[in-house]
């Protein structure tokens, strides 16, 4: 399988800040990186697919690059909504996700 | 609006079969722009692709859990069902359900998820 590899494992910010985490895959999975967003107690969202394109409804504040092995999600400027887990995944073979970054308040 | 709830017992003795059931509502099973899958999530692991299904019953299934489970496609109930036998703590997890799109199946994103069924093995 694929290995996902996220950095930071948590980031500490404030509103207004822009955060940016990293995903590393050890092989070339070309733009099939996908990123979710998950808050404790629920379900993971999805906010960008094929590495780069924003899924209806997520906020342009959220944005994805990368392909090959690295990619990154930058939130431009983060919102009080914005606390939360980031998981990337990569759908170029069996899915498998990164261990997640945590964005906390600072 | 598309939803989708699991359902099934939260506890399960070790050796015994894990069963779930995800309903979905708002939106058809059949539907051939999706596909469906159950990921699993615990605090060590993290998350963990369980296995696809199409509406015709073509399945997909990771490599470490395929001689386990059985992922099976009710379109007269628009259900997907998950069941995971001999199962050990290490089973223990959320158990979510969700819809996968994309190009690149039997993978792809998962668009839409179920709120999720914690189920404890324990005896």
């Known amino acids: 399988d694929i290995q996902m590899t996220q950095s930071p494992s948590s980031v500490s910010a404030s509103i207004g800040d822009r955060v940016t985490i990293t995903c590393r895959a050890n092989q070339s999975i070309i733009s099939y990186l996908n990123w979710y967003q998950q808050k404790p107690g629920k379900a993971p969202e999805v906010l960008i697919y094929a590495a780069s394109s924003l899924q209806n409804g997520v906020p342009s504040r959220f944005s994805g690059s990368g392909s090959g092995t690295d990619f990154t999600l930058t939130i431009s400027s983060l919102q009080p909504g914005d606390f939360a887990t980031y998981y990337c995944q990569q759908s170029y073979s069996t899915p498998t996700f990164g261990q997640g970054t945590k964005v906390e308040f600072k | 609006q598309l939803q989708l709830q699991e359902s099934g017992p939260g506890l399960v003795k070790p050796s015994e079969t894990l069963s779930l059931t995800c309903t979905v509502s708002?939106?058809?099973?059949?539907?051939?722009?999706?596909?469906w899958g159950w990921v699993r999530q615990t605090p060590g692991k993290g998350l963990e692709w369980i296995g696809t299904?199409?509406?015709?019953?073509?399945?997909y299934y990771t490599s470490s859990l395929k001689s386990r489970i059985t992922i099976l496609v009710d379109t007269s109930k628009n259900q997907l069902s998950l069941r995971l036998r001999s199962v050990t703590a290490a089973d223990t997890a959320i158990y979510y359900c969700?819809?996968?799109?994309?190009?690149?199946?039997?993978?792809?994103?998962?668009?839409?998820w179920g709120q999720g069924a914690l189920v404890i093995v324990s005896s």
């Open positions: 299904i199409y509406y015709s019953g073509d399945t």
């Open positions: 708002g939106g058809s099973i059949t539907s051939g722009y999706f596909y």
């Open positions: 969700a819809r996968a799109t994309g190009g690149s199946y039997p993978f792809g994103w998962l668009d839409s």
